[in-house]
Structures are given as C-alpha cells and as structure tokens.
C-alpha cells in the first residue's frame, strides 16, 4: 500500500519565519500535488510536480520533487498569515487516478 | 463557473436514520470522486467515477454507504443506516482529467455530517 507521510503534523511560527514541510514516501510516485485547505473549505491545488528533481516556485513558496520521486518538500519564505491552512501532498496509486493524500501538515502563522 | 457545489453544507442525524448527500460537478469535468476526512483518518477517498460509471470502490467502508451518478451534472452518497462514526466532512471532487498523467482535482466546501 502506497502511503506519504508529512512532518511535521503541527508547526506554529512567528510571520516573517521561513519553514519547510514534507513529504514521504517508501514508493515511487508519478506526480505530487500539493493543496492547501482552509478552515471550512475543500482542498485547493497549489502545484503539481511531475519530473524527479524539479523545482517549481509559487510565489513565496518553493516546490520540490526529490530526485527518486519518492518525497517533496514544501518551503516557505517570509510566511504570512494568511499562510495558514493545512498543507496536503497527494500522488496517485500506480496506475490509476485514485489519489493517495499525506497525513497533512497544519501551519498556523502568528501575526 | 461556479466550482463545485455540495449539499447540504451540515447535516447533523440521528443514528440508524438514512443520509443522503449531493454534489454537482463542474460541467465538463470526466471524474468525479467522493472522499471523507477526519481528524484521525486524514482525507480518504472513497470511490470514483468516469463518464458516471463507478470505477473504484475499495474505499467504500461498508454497505452501509453506496454512491451514484445518474448523469454527467449529479452524484449522491448515501448512507444507510447511518452511526456515530460515519461523522466527518464528506468532499465531492471533480476532475477534467489530463491525459499526461496528472491532473487537478476541484474540491466542493463539503458536508460536515454530525450522527448523535
């Protein structure tokens, strides 16, 4: 069974810190995804990452896909606010289009 | 467009009664996909469509819970009977699929279900 562990589950910080989630993984994904979900609301896609090694920037925030396609990293510069959500990774099972999501890492930026 | 829509958004039952959730895709959107999250469980897909035909159900947790999607703009998750266990917020999802092997899914608000 596929599965993607995120660390840390928790993480409060001071606006202006930067800070780096992740994502793991003992099996090799052809993608991941990345979501933030806000209190209430459903998922919302930040980015995807398809090839082993890319890096893709969102603004303040860098997306990285590790070189086995194994594991991401989400790293946030000068976080604000209105950063605060729960950060999902989410890659899908071999084969098929059914989704695997992580375990979730819940931000909380403190103005 | 207006995005996914789900009702209701709370449904707050009475264990053993029937419930009955809706969403409507976004038009022209090929994959439609049920999930629940909770606390303890994180978010956890439960089936989805192609083309309104049911692909994968392995996540439906019993046969208490049966879903369908009678055309391309409806879907339903039903559950029946219902327990105190199935409270979680159920999301409804719609995909316009990309053949490269990725895509992005569309989440609803959600239904946050409550069963005393």
């Known amino acids: 069974t596929q599965l993607l562990e995120q660390s840390p589950q928790f993480l409060s910080i001071q606006e202006g810190e930067n800070l780096t989630v992740y994502c793991n993984s003992s099996?090799?994904?052809?993608?991941l995804q990345w979501y933030r979900q806000e209190p209430g609301e459903g998922p919302v896609l930040l980015v995807t990452?398809?090839?082993?090694?890319e890096v893709k920037k969102l603004k303040r925030l860098t997306f990285q896909f590790g070189d086995a396609r194994k594991d991401s990293s989400l790293h946030i510069t000068a976080a604000q606010p209105g950063d605060t959500g729960l950060y999902l990774c989410a890659g899908p099972s071999s084969g098929t289009y059914k989704y695997i999501f992580g375990t979730g890492t819940r931000l909380k930026v403190l103005a | 467009d207006a995005g996914v829509i789900q009702s209701p958004r709370h449904e707050v039952t009475e264990m053993g009664q029937e419930v009955t959730l809706r969403c409507k895709p976004i038009?022209?959107?090929?994959?439609l996909f049920w999930y629940r999250q909770t606390m303890m469980r994180g978010l956890e897909l439960l089936i989805y469509f192609n083309n309104n035909v049911p692909i994968d159900d392995s996540g439906m947790p019993e046969d208490r819970f049966s879903a369908k999607m009678p055309n391309a703009s409806f879907s339903t998750l039903k559950i029946q009977p219902s327990e105190p266990r199935d409270s979680a917020v159920y999301f409804c999802?719609?995909?316009?699929?990309?053949?490269?092997?990725?895509?992005?899914?569309?989440f609803g608000p959600g239904t946050r279900l409550t069963v005393t």
């Open positions: 038009s022209g959107h090929d994959y």
């Open positions: 990452v398809v090839t082993g090694g």
């Open positions: 999802a719609s995909s316009p699929v990309d053949r490269a092997s990725s895509y992005e899914q569309y």
């Open positions: 099996s090799v994904f052809s993608s």
